[in-house]
């Protein structure tokens, strides 16, 4: 589980594009490590006590009763303009990849073309 966060932390910088933050993602998701979920989620969430729109990209392992989580949240001021968008979707809720379902969602067409805050990488449990 940490080398794959170290994956992540070695290869993503607060000043790549969010094209290269989502090609380095997949990357990780090649890795093999056992039975895994992806979650693609995006919304406006306060759960630094400031509220942020955030796109967040979640790889999920089973853990005995509970789960292991990779997450790569990407934190944008939140807008007006990015107030609309919220989504949760999990690979195996939808056909074809969930790289090429996130590559067309409008939440990052929309984001790719802001300038984020910063990128957060950690590992927690469910």
């Not at 940490?2 to 094209?19: A, G, V």
């Not at 993602?25 to 979650?39: K, N, R, T, V, Y």
């Not at 939808?94 to 990488?121: C, L, P, V, W």
Request: aromatic share 14%.
């Amino acid at each position: 589980m940490n080398e794959l966060l170290d994956f992540l932390k070695n290869n993503i910088t607060d000043e790549m594009p969010l094209e290269n933050i989502v090609d380095v993602f997949e990357q990780m998701c090649s890795i093999p490590a056992g039975e895994d979920m992806i979650l693609f989620e995006t919304g406006t969430f306060s759960f630094t006590g400031e509220p942020t729109f955030q796109i967040s990209l979640v790889r999920q392992f089973p853990n005995d009763d509970e789960y292991y989580q990779v997450h790569v949240d990407i934190l944008y001021k939140p807008s007006a303009e990015n107030e609309m968008f919220s989504e949760t979707v999990w690979n195996e809720d939808i056909s074809g990849s969930i790289f090429d379902y996130i590559r067309k969602s409008q939440a990052y067409a929309y984001a790719k073309n802001e300038q984020y805050m910063k990128t957060e990488m950690y590992i927690d449990e469910t």
